[in-house]
């Protein structure tokens, strides 16, 4: 005779195969099969097919679609109004990246509102699940795009005229895929709509796997940036040219590479050129110039700034030594952000009272919910990523421990969906537009 199977285990189970259902409709789109990574660049065809099944999920629950100023979709459950609980994240890559930096927590966000529907909730105010354009900077090379330009963080027509590759600007682009660049920028009635913002991700690190929990609670995002070091020297021949009359800007490329590599050791930091374009890329050519993006990040907002003031000069002097001129611009700075520790006590406090046991860890990843902190009250969810390997096709996070994630999320939404929000509006919001 078969055993008896609790409420609680069916109902574990369908929401098991629910994110399997969910998940599996995503795995191929925009999927490298030779390297199994993602290439899910903003505005390209394959961001329009995630763009367009976010719209059949959301429609398929009923869920009413906007698209708002700045291309950034928001599936609602109730009326839009003004002090809605927000979750979400983002569907876009970096080049050649993992499945759940971003998707996780769209679908997280998706099947949470189910669960909370089929619980019988009635809300007491709106809830929107929100995709966020570009958050990796994969394309336009300016992360957060979408939440940057909502936010005023970014001059809007500074990041229409930012072009990709191609030399496709995101003004082209945008109007490409039908969407009005005019209307970009910050977006104040946007931002109102948010009350609480709630951003599920994929932990990309091993803090989680080295306790017990499966979730956890972001306490803050360490201050984070990208500078474009270019470097201009002669292209010339490989074989014909002499040593001594090469301006050869790879070499002083190289110099930079090993000391922003020292650099990052002495300031406890760490740094990263993970980005080149070489010009003209020949085997037998020198190049005429080489382009670098540096990634730089660290707990210290002025030890990151020293760092790279002081890989600057290193950088100068070797360019200087070759006969080469180096330019270098600052692409973002994120300085620290702290997320909102009324709305995270919540989170936690209402994990608690659920039996989910929620470690609160900081992280050196950037998101949406950073950029958005400084206008609206903000808190993070992450999942246990078991070898912390992230911006990789081999980055992973068990199904098992999705499904708690999406529980987790569950049970913050039913609180923040039912009980008043006025604790939790201590930035940018009034209390009563927070009701
Ligand atoms: C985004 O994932 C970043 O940390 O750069
Ligand atoms: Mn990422
Ligand atoms: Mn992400």
Not at 170 to 181: I, K, R
Request: proline share 4%; net charge negative.
């Amino acid at each position: 005779m078969a055993l008896a199977r609790s409420g609680a285990t069916v109902e574990r189970d369908r929401l098991r195969a629910s994110f399997d259902g969910v998940w599996g409709d995503l795995a191929g789109v925009g999927r490298d099969p030779r390297s199994g990574g993602y290439d899910r660049f903003s505005w390209t065809g394959v961001d329009l097919g995630l763009r367009e099944w976010f719209v059949a999920e959301a429609t398929r629950r009923g869920l009413e679609v906007e698209v708002d100023r700045n291309g950034n979709q928001w599936a609602w459950w109730g009326a839009p109004a003004d002090g809605a609980v927000v979750t979400g994240s983002h569907l876009d890559s970096v080049p050649g990246g993992g499945a759940f930096d971003g998707p996780l927590g769209v679908v997280s966000a998706l099947l949470a509102v189910d669960a909370l529907r089929a619980s019988g909730l009635a809300p007491e105010r709106p809830l929107a699940v929100v995709n966020f354009v570009e958050e990796e900077g994969a394309r336009f090379g300016l992360a957060c795009l979408g939440s940057r330009l909502m936010t005023g963080a970014v001059d809007a027509g500074h990041a229409l005229s930012l072009t990709d590759d191609d030399g496709t600007s995101l003004a082209d682009a945008m109007s490409a895929a039908g969407h009005a660049p005019e209307h970009v920028g910050l977006d104040e009635a946007a931002l109102a709509r948010i009350g609480v913002f709630v951003e599920l991700h994929v932990e990309q690190g091993v803090h989680l796997t080295l306790g017990e929990e499966s979730v956890g609670v972001a306490s803050a995002i360490l201050p984070h940036g990208r500078w474009h070091f270019c470097f201009e020297g002669e292209g010339n021949h490989a074989g014909t040219t002499r040593l001594v009359d090469r301006h050869d800007p790879m070499l002083p490329f190289a110099e930079a590479v090993g000391a922003a590599r020292r650099l990052a050791d002495e300031a406890q930091a760490v740094t990263t050129f993970g980005r080149v374009r070489v010009d003209p890329n020949g085997t037998n050519a020198i190049p005429s110039r080489v382009d670098a993006w540096l990634d730089a990040r660290g707990a210290d907002e002025v030890g990151i700034v020293r760092l790279v003031d002081d890989l600057r000069r290193v950088a100068e002097e070797a360019a200087a030594g070759h006969g080469v001129r180096l330019t270098v611009t600052n692409d973002s700075f994120t300085p620290v952000v702290e997320f909102d520790a009324s709305l995270s006590d919540r989170l936690r406090s209402s994990l608690g009272a659920a039996s989910i046991a929620a470690p609160t860890l900081p992280t050196a990843a950037g998101h949406d919910a950073g950029i958005l902190a400084a206008r609206v009250p903000t808190a993070m969810l992450f999942v246990r990523n078991p070898t912390g390997i992230s911006h990789s096709p081999h980055e992973h996070a068990d199904a098992s421990d999705c499904v708690d994630g999406v529980e987790a999320l569950t049970v913050v939404l039913r609180d923040l969906l039912t009980e008043s929000l006025e604790v939790v509006s201590d930035r940018g919001v009034p209390a009563e537009a927070a009701r």
